[in-house]
């Protein structure tokens, strides 16, 4: 018999024998979950190591962590896994900052059959003619890995809720101290939690890098406000409002970016490294957005956080609102706070924020549609209102500001 016709005999065994191994583990699994899917009490990482999966899944869904479908589980990390299943079901709204505890190696690296992939593929030279049945062996694989480290990961996310729980019934109310208050304070998170995840030591070379950075946007920014926005905002009297915006189409959108970089990325991370706060989660990657309820989602976690807990829930739990009027309820709370900063700093009430702000409302159930969610289009659209958005802000708060002031006196 030729090699080739062995190693097909081979594959085909070894396939028969892991769908015997699958079919039998399976129907002993189900067996094992409809015996015990009772709902258990819980009183520590120990009770959730013995719960059978589906017991996890019964235990996730009381807290209402039910959708794990859209995660990827193979680009999910254990960092990250926890505020990505509170931001896709949009629920526990105490459980966004508590993926610090009971952490282990052990528990991520599942025991999946990786080392059969690597046999199987090297097989995928030696028996070319069965190129099909090689890769349904891998296809089948992968599934089995996925679904391991979903497991492993379900059981990690209730240790974290089950820690975080019990916790705060027993420090409660001795960390009430002036001590907690001021770390309070000087963490770069606006929601208070009894115990936030933190780091070991400071990392001074980072501090250095992170302040030479902020040193360098700022010198940046501060020539293209000198040399191309003030110039032109200061002449908005005699120049076109149209043109205005298009001369600051570019220099409008570099300093609006650079200005998030400088503060998101450096200033709240360098304050985090001093502080010894772990969870550096103070934006997501709002450039890929293709809507602007996604951008607002994404771009100021520290803010969206403080609005999701203590606004949104906190008016359906108290106030009994329905989701509809708690979610425009805070979209208002939200525009009013930006208002009173904005007005702060002009010595008036413009509201063209809030103009602007309400104007993205019918393109809500618009950039929901296929044709725009999660597309390059959907993207090009955001990015189109982004960059003629910014600009005309400028133009319009400028107009205001140099009714009350002459602001062609303060270039010359």
């Not at 258990?40 to 589906?54: K, S």
């Not at 400088?262 to 709240?268: E, G």
């Not at 906190?314 to 525009?335: C, D, H, P, Q, R």
Request: contains cysteine; glycine residues 2%.
């Amino acid at each position: 018999m030729s090699e080739l016709a062995q190693s097909a005999q081979r594959i085909h065994r070894r396939k028969k024998h892991d769908d015997d191994d699958s079919s039998s583990s399976s129907s002993s699994e189900e067996q094992q979950d409809t015996d015990t899917s009772a709902v258990v009490t819980l009183n520590g990482g120990d009770d959730v190591d013995r719960l059978t999966p589906q017991q996890v899944v019964d235990e996730l869904a009381v807290r209402g962590l039910r959708d794990f479908s859209s995660i990827n589980m193979h680009s999910t990390t254990a960092a990250n896994f926890c505020y990505y299943v509170n931001d896709d079901t949009q629920v526990n709204i105490y459980g966004f900052q508590s993926c610090y505890k009971n952490r282990s190696t052990r528990l991520f690296d599942a025991d999946v059959p990786s080392p059969k992939s690597a046999s199987i593929t090297s097989m995928l030279t030696a028996a070319s003619s069965k190129v099909h049945e090689l890769h349904a062996e891998i296809e089948k694989l992968k599934q089995i890995e996925s679904s391991e480290m979903e497991k492993a990961f379900r059981r990690m996310v209730l240790k974290d809720a089950v820690f975080l729980e019990h916790y705060r019934k027993t420090v409660y109310p001795s960390n009430v101290t002036l001590y907690n208050w001021i770390e309070f304070t000087f963490f770069p998170t606006l929601v208070y939690e009894p115990l936030y995840p933190r780091t070991a030591s400071v990392r001074v070379l980072y501090v250095l890098e992170k302040i030479v950075i902020i040193l360098f946007v700022m010198s940046f920014m501060y020539a293209i406000l000198e040399q191309f926005i003030l110039r032109k905002l200061s002449h908005l009297s005699i120049a076109s409002p149209i043109q205005a915006i298009i001369d600051l189409l570019v220099p409008a959108t570099l300093m609006e970016i650079c200005a998030f970089f400088a503060v998101f990325d450096c200033m709240l991370n360098t304050i985090a490294e001093l502080t010894c706060f772990a969870d550096r989660e103070f934006y997501q990657d709002w450039w890929n957005s293709t809507s602007f309820e996604e951008f607002a989602r994404k771009w100021n976690r520290p803010v969206h956080e403080f609005l999701l807990r203590h606004v949104y829930y906190e008016s359906m739990n108290s106030y009994k609102l329905s989701k509809k009027v708690a979610l425009a309820g805070t979209f208002a709370f939200s525009i009013a706070l930006h208002e009173v900063v904005l007005s702060a700093c002009f010595h008036r009430f413009s509201p063209w924020l809030a103009f602007l702000s309400v104007l993205q409302l019918p393109l809500i159930p618009v950039m929901q549609s296929p044709a725009f969610k999660n597309t390059n289009f959907g993207n090009i659209v955001f990015w189109f209102g982004i960059i003629i958005g910014m600009p005309m802000a400028c133009v319009l708060y400028a107009r205001e500001y140099c009714v009350a002031y002459d602001c062609s006196t303060h270039i010359q």
